[in-house]
């Protein structure tokens, strides 16, 4: 890695709950080590508000955040990816676009919690779940000594990340 921020895009289907949590996660905890963006296969056009919520409780500012495609991340002027992280089942399986330059491509899964019905305290209650569990990931990732870090060193270190239990 160089000097400047590590660009890291989070991808999930949709684009509303998982991946736009680890967007705020990645950039709140990584304290401008890391710039993280967030994007969709397939992006519903709506943040859920409760993964809202969970980026407002780590004082990320949601103002612009939305719903966007992954196309948006695979243009000639788009940001060069460092790591590309999948954090949906679905979207891990799908058929990316081409990323410029050669970005380290991990999946790390977790359940979705915008498909738990019941009360918003039960819809609440899953994705505060959900958050702590990306957390917990996210933690390692910006605790890794990504400078001194080979890219196959680095891959190895966040695929073993991806392997842990959530």
Same mark, same amino acid.
């Given at each position: 890695?160089?000097?400047?921020?590590?660009?890291?895009?989070?991808?999930c289907t949709g684009n509303?709950?998982?991946?736009?949590?680890?967007?705020?996660? %990645?950039? +709140?905890?990584?304290?401008?080590?890391?710039?993280? &963006?967030?994007? /969709? =296969?397939?992006?519903?056009? $709506?943040?859920?508000?409760?993964a809202v919520e969970q980026?407002?409780?780590?004082?990320?500012?949601?103002?612009?955040?939305?719903?966007?495609?992954?196309?948006?991340?695979?243009?000639?002027?788009?940001?060069?990816?460092?790591?590309?992280?999948?954090?949906?089942?679905?979207?891990?399986?799908?058929?990316?676009?081409?990323?410029?330059?050669?970005? %380290?491509? +991990?999946?790390?899964?977790?359940?979705?919690?915008? &498909?738990?019905? /019941? =009360?918003?305290?039960?819809? $609440?209650?899953?994705?505060?779940?959900?958050?702590?569990?990306?957390?917990?990931?996210?933690?390692?990732?910006?605790?890794?000594?990504?400078?001194?870090?080979?890219?196959?060193?680095?891959?190895?270190?966040l695929q073993a990340i991806?392997?842990?239990?959530?």
């Amino acid at each position: 890695m160089s000097d400047q921020a590590a660009k890291v895009l989070v991808l999930c289907t949709g684009n509303s709950a998982r991946s736009i949590m680890s967007e705020a996660l %990645i950039n +709140v905890l990584g304290e401008g080590r890391f710039l993280a &963006y967030s994007a /969709g =296969s397939q992006p519903s056009g $709506r943040v859920n508000p409760f993964a809202v919520e969970q980026a407002h409780s780590i004082g990320y500012d949601t103002v612009n955040v939305r719903s966007k495609s992954w196309d948006e991340f695979s243009q000639p002027d788009s940001p060069k990816m460092d790591i590309v992280i999948t954090v949906c089942g679905s979207a891990a399986g799908e058929s990316c676009p081409l990323w410029r330059g050669s970005p %380290i491509k +991990v999946h790390w899964g977790f359940e979705d919690p915008s &498909y738990v019905d /019941g =009360s918003d305290e039960d819809k $609440r209650a899953a994705f505060t779940k959900t958050f702590a569990q990306i957390r917990g990931k996210v933690n390692l990732l910006v605790n890794l000594p990504i400078d001194t870090l080979s890219s196959t060193e680095l891959e190895a270190e966040l695929q073993a990340i991806g392997d842990l239990p959530v």
